[in-house]
């Protein structure tokens, strides 16, 4: 488990807290999740969660919270469950209206961006891939400010947020470091009647570090891949007066050699480059009638880095109350990926139904099935696949 000097301090500050708190609270959640794929692979682990969060009130405007979660990390299960300090920060209420806080926060782009991990509060078993699985970074260690105010039936909340991150992810294939340095951003939240309205903005200088020892193999290749290319460009030399057949065959397999390294070489020189990326969210929600409930979001990235390019989604999702403790929940959901200098895209379409009940305030079930498929082009070549799941889940919180 890597904690930030950032997140360490505000937990030692905790750790002080219940000898002068004047209200010390605990709460956490449990998701216990079931899954299977379309071929059949049935996983008990990867997307089960469980978390506790202790809530401190030090004072009449001094507060903290520090949250640890147990996870698999869907960005690279490489790296296996781990625990994860989610938030760890210190909290100062300047007035009624104004609210400043630092320390380890929530990276606030998304409509459920504070209480994602809680799955009892959530619609899904799995959060819509279109929108959800864009931003690998769920935490920053930095500050925020938010102001909340009203104008007439109009309650709004403009938050305003700075820092930096870093998380384990599998990039192209290849596990490495996902580094957001200069992080900062906004967002604007407007609720009205049964309605919410919600804009977001941010943006992060961001790199990705290649494990030393893969870095070190692929180093190897593209020199093993460059020698090759020279014996074959050599002997096709050779050959040119004596037999033109050969030699242009030993040509093409040195100018296909070439390509390869140059292909790795692209990757080792591109992926630790510091590019902006800049982050765009669009959300709404509410209730339509007393039963009919709506919410979607849209989610864009503009990337100028070469290896995670622009990337755009959106899912709209409608749920219906019984009344009884039994929600159904319809989602559809896509997505436009690009990578590697905009050489790949992957098209993702998916249609998600989920079935909920109350057992009571603290205990929900869950069963979900996503009907999805993704279309993947390299180049001129386009492959379609199934990526259908099936899910089962139980969550506690308390």
């Known amino acids: 488990m890597k904690i930030k000097n950032i997140a360490l301090a505000i937990t030692m500050a905790l750790s002080s807290v219940p000898a002068i708190a004047a209200d010390f609270t605990t709460s956490g959640f449990f998701n216990g999740v079931i899954t299977s794929d379309s071929d059949g692979d049935i996983d008990f682990d990867n997307k089960t969660k469980a978390g506790i969060q202790f809530d401190a009130k030090i004072s009449d405007s001094i507060f903290g919270t520090l949250q640890a979660v147990t996870e698999v990390n869907e960005w690279n299960e490489n790296v296996g469950r ?20 630092v320390g380890r926060l929530k990276v606030p782009v998304f409509m459920n961006s504070e209480y994602l991990n809680v799955g009892a509060v959530v619609p899904w078993i799995e959060a819509p891939y279109s929108v959800y699985h864009q931003l690998p970074a769920n935490s920053y260690d930095g500050a925020d400010i938010s102001f909340s105010h009203s104008v007439g039936e109009v309650d709004y909340t403009v938050q305003a947020f700075m820092g930096k991150a870093e998380r384990e992810v599998n990039a192209g294939g290849l596990d490495t470091v996902a580094n957001f340095k200069k992080m900062m951003g906004s967002n604007l939240t407007f609720n009205y009647a049964d309605f919410q309205f919600r804009f977001a903005y941010a943006q992060a200088d961001t790199s990705f570090m290649i494990e030393s020892t893969t870095k070190m193999g692929m180093q190897q290749g593209v020199a093993q891949l460059n020698a090759g290319a020279q014996q074959y460009m050599a002997g096709a030399t050779a050959l040119a007066s004596i037999d033109p057949t050969q030699s242009a065959a030993l040509h ?44 979607s979001e849209i989610a864009y990235i503009d990337s100028s880095h070469k290896i995670e390019g622009d990337d755009v989604g959106f899912y709209l999702g409608a749920m219906y109350e019984f009344g009884n403790g039994f929600k159904i929940m319809e989602t559809y959901s896509w997505r436009s990926e690009k990578t590697l200098n905009d050489t790949n895209e992957e098209i993702t379409t998916e249609f998600i139904t989920t079935l909920s009940y109350n057992i009571s305030e603290a205990w929900t079930v869950k069963g979900e099935i996503s009907i999805a498929e993704a279309e993947l082009t390299v180049g001129s070549t386009a492959i379609t696949e199934d990526k259908n799941r099936y899910g089962l889940s139980i969550n506690y919180i308390f």
Do not use: C
């Open 82 to 101: 781990e625990i994860v300090v989610e938030y760890g920060f210190l909290g100062y209420q300047i007035n009624q209206q104004l609210t400043a806080r």
């Open 252 to 295: 093409q397999q040195a100018i296909a050699l070439m390509t390869q390294a140059g292909s790795i070489q692209f990757v080792l020189d591109e992926m630790p480059k510091e590019e902006t990326i800049s982050f765009y969210n669009i959300g709404i929600s509410g209730y339509l009638t007393d039963n009919i409930s709506v919410v």
